[in-house]
């Protein structure tokens, strides 16, 4: 069976393996660096997955040269020969070469609704718990923090966060006043403020739809467990 149609798409994701075992070794030689520095190491492994090297330069193979112009006007003037000629009819009807039939492929199609099934499915849990946040906040109570973005107070949450990545919204469980001191709620506060000056759910967006694309291979979801870990 001749599967060299899948040979770029293993280059790829081998590749990819290598790049992120490289990133692994990088963050052992940088384990004496902010965290921060790592998790930009472990982000970049984490892209590298969409970058398909060996994707682009198969379809570059593919891609014929560009005529050159000397031969791109004499073909013009051709062209423009054939254009002045008077239009000649004739009865014979015409005639179509025949194209033999294309051999079916049942592989490719397997794997590819299979990587569907599964794109489709996590794509669909990470759609569920948007939904969820947006339904949460919008039966909270917004507090009045003086600070730079909304803070909503609901009774679905466990610990604080931050939701959105353009309007990003900070949320507080019920009962947080009642168990931490002021003190102790600046500080929350300042942890999860710092996290929107980071953008870091702009990076954990990027990073899931790697594994919404990816979902197939496990150092995809380790490099997730290593970012959350070091932001």
Same mark, same amino acid.
């Given at each position: 069976?001749?599967?060299?149609?899948?040979? $770029?798409?293993?280059?790829?994701?081998?590749?990819?393996?290598?790049?992120? @075992?490289?990133? @692994?070794?990088?963050?052992?030689?940088? #384990? &004496?660096?902010?965290?921060?520095?790592?998790?930009?190491?472990?982000?970049?492994?984490?892209?590298? /997955?969409?970058?398909?090297?060996?994707?682009?330069?198969?379809? @570059?193979?593919?891609?014929?040269?560009?005529?050159? $112009?000397?031969?791109?006007?004499?073909?013009?003037?051709?062209?423009?020969? &054939?254009?002045?000629? $008077?239009?000649?009819?004739?009865? &014979? =009807?015409? #005639?179509?070469?025949?194209?033999?039939?294309?051999? =079916? #492929?049942?592989? +490719? =199609?397997?794997?590819?609704?299979?990587?569907?099934?599964? /794109?489709?499915?996590?794509?669909?849990?990470?759609?569920?718990?948007?939904?969820?946040?947006?339904?949460?906040?919008? #039966?909270?109570?917004?507090? +009045?923090?003086?600070?730079?973005?909304?803070?909503?107070?609901v009774s679905t949450l466990v610990e604080p966060g931050v939701f959105g990545i353009l309007r990003p919204v900070l949320l507080l469980p019920e009962g947080i006043f009642g168990r931490l001191t002021p003190a102790q709620l600046e500080a929350v506060i300042g942890h999860e403020l710092c996290h929107v000056r980071h953008r870091d759910n702009l990076i954990a967006a990027i990073h899931m739809f790697v594994e919404t694309v990816l979902w197939f291979h496990?150092?995809?979801?380790?490099?997730?467990?290593?970012?959350?870990?070091?932001?």
């Amino acid at each position: 069976m001749n599967l060299t149609y899948l040979s $770029p798409l293993a280059n790829h994701l081998w590749q990819s393996t290598v790049f992120a @075992g490289v990133a @692994g070794l990088l963050t052992l030689v940088l #384990r &004496e660096n902010r965290a921060r520095v790592r998790h930009w190491v472990w982000l970049i492994a984490s892209c590298k /997955f969409l970058v398909p090297l060996s994707l682009l330069i198969a379809l @570059g193979t593919q891609m014929q040269w560009r005529v050159a $112009p000397e031969i791109a006007r004499s073909d013009l003037s051709m062209a423009m020969a &054939e254009v002045s000629q $008077p239009f000649m009819f004739s009865t &014979e =009807a015409p #005639r179509f070469a025949k194209v033999a039939p294309v051999a =079916a #492929r049942p592989l +490719p =199609a397997l794997l590819w609704g299979i990587w569907a099934c599964g /794109f489709l499915g996590i794509a669909a849990s990470w759609w569920v718990r948007w939904r969820r946040f947006r339904a949460a906040i919008s #039966r909270g109570t917004v507090l +009045p923090f003086e600070l730079a973005l909304p803070v909503v107070c609901v009774s679905t949450l466990v610990e604080p966060g931050v939701f959105g990545i353009l309007r990003p919204v900070l949320l507080l469980p019920e009962g947080i006043f009642g168990r931490l001191t002021p003190a102790q709620l600046e500080a929350v506060i300042g942890h999860e403020l710092c996290h929107v000056r980071h953008r870091d759910n702009l990076i954990a967006a990027i990073h899931m739809f790697v594994e919404t694309v990816l979902w197939f291979h496990p150092l995809v979801w380790w490099i997730g467990k290593r970012m959350v870990d070091k932001r």
